[in-house]
């Protein structure tokens, strides 16, 4: 039998929600960093910010949502990047974003809203960066999220 109300008040659950912050205080950090080679993925990393905190901890026992991530600075001011995170072993994509140091274009473009599919409870949650520069850039952001 199908729960149709179940499956209403999660889609209700999805719009309406309380998102909580990664990291989760403000002297804490979330690094990315590209590989120093143009235009190439870096090798994918687990998300933890700079306190050794983990994303996947919030997740242990619930599936979980990234609502969206902001990028707070980055260490090229005209250059391009691109990132993607991602969940499990075999690197499931549930997100995807390109954004720009100010230099490069008009308005940078530096949040990325998701409707990203969720991710399941027990899985630990990976991202990896390249830029268009041939130098390990880095940038800092948070992302905000919430449980299934």
């Keep these: 039998m199908i729960d149709t109300i179940g499956r209403l008040r999660r889609a ?7 998102s909580a912050l990664f990291p989760v205080d403000t002297n804490l950090t979330w690094t990315m960093t590209a590989l120093n080679t ?3 993925w870096s090798e994918w990393a687990e998300i933890a910010d700079s306190g050794t905190t983990k994303l996947s901890a919030s997740y242990a026992a619930v599936d979980g949502h990234i609502t969206a ?8 001011a ?9 969940w499990g072993a ?13 230099t ?7 949040t990325e809203r998701y409707w990203a ?6 899985q630990l949650l990976y991202y990896r960066l390249k830029s268009a520069s041939a130098v390990a ?9 919430h449980s299934d």
């Design 12 to 18: 209700v659950d999805q719009l309406s929600h309380v």
């Design 38 to 40: 143009a235009n190439t």
């Design 69 to 76: 991530i902001m990028i707070e600075t980055v260490s090229e």
């Design 78 to 86: 005209d250059t391009i990047y691109e990132y993607e995170i991602a």
């Design 90 to 102: 075999s690197k499931v994509i549930i997100g995807r974003g390109r954004f720009a140091g100010e």
């Design 104 to 110: 490069k274009f008009q308005a940078p473009n530096t």
């Design 117 to 122: 599919p969720c991710f399941p409870a027990g």
């Design 137 to 145: 850039d880095t940038c800092t952001a948070h992302i905000r999220h």
